[in-house]
């Protein structure tokens, strides 16, 4: 790894002691590369609390909707999976879809003072072009509440080349809109603490 890369790398330990008491990011882990958060994070489950964040630097098998692909490139985003135990119903995971979309979009709203938009139900837009997507999964629990798996991909520092040509007028970065690149451990706490204070008014007890 070059200096300027070692620079940019999401560290684990730095983003938690930001976060104090939370219940999302209770537990956070870094890993430099995994084929999908969201299924690596179904596998912890079992051992794992409500609230544990697991970032990958880069995904090789990032997932959508109906095995849609997630282009998670190295280091130029934020790609997470957040362990949850929510107190609601196992047909209910379109109110977790829908609190997780809001809240990236209003953290990139008031981070960076962009106009986003959210293309129900999943997609967060800028200028018409998807930034940021959700992908949330339940499994029901024998005893409630269920487990839901709640992964996130927010595009930060990508330039219009980085994108696969068949996206590149569909899709945009953080530092494309805003001309600058963006610090990544910066915003992904910004964002677990938003993320945490609006669970904590919906789902938790
Ligand atoms: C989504 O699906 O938007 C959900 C994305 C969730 C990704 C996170 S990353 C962490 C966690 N681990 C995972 O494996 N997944 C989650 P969907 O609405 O189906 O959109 C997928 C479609 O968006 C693709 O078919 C492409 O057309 C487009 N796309 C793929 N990668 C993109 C990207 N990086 N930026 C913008 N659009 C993209």
């Not at 882990?29 to 079992?46: C, F, H, K, P, Y």
């Not at 800028?126 to 992908?135: C, E, H, T």
């Not at 992964?151 to 953080?174: C, H, K, M, T, Y």
Request: proline fraction near 3%.
């Amino acid at each position: 790894m070059s200096p300027v890369e070692i620079l940019d790398c999401l560290v684990a330990d730095e983003v938690q002691a930001n976060l104090g008491r939370a219940i999302i990011g209770r537990e956070i882990m870094v890993l430099e590369q995994i084929g999908s958060t969201n299924d690596a994070v179904l596998e912890m489950a079992r051992h794992s609390e409500e609230g544990l964040v697991l970032f990958a630097e880069q995904q090789t098998a990032g997932r959508g909707q109906r095995g849609n692909r997630w282009e998670s490139p190295a280091r130029k985003g934020l790609w997470f999976s957040i362990l949850l135990r929510p107190k609601i119903d196992i047909n209910q995971s379109a109110r977790l879809t829908a609190w997780a979309a809001e809240t990236v979009s209003d953290s990139i709203q008031k981070e960076f003072l962009l106009e986003t938009s959210i293309k129900l139900p999943n997609d967060i837009q800028i200028n018409g072009r998807k930034v940021a997507g959700v992908l949330v999964e339940m499994r029901a629990q024998e005893k409630r509440p269920h487990l839901a798996i709640a992964g996130i991909g927010i595009n930060v520092n990508q330039s219009l080349e980085d994108f696969p040509e068949n996206l590149r007028d569909r899709a945009i970065s953080l530092a494309m809109a805003l001309g600058r690149q963006v610090d990544r451990q910066k915003f992904a706490i910004a964002v677990l603490r938003n993320l945490d204070r609006t669970y904590r008014e919906s789902f938790a007890s």
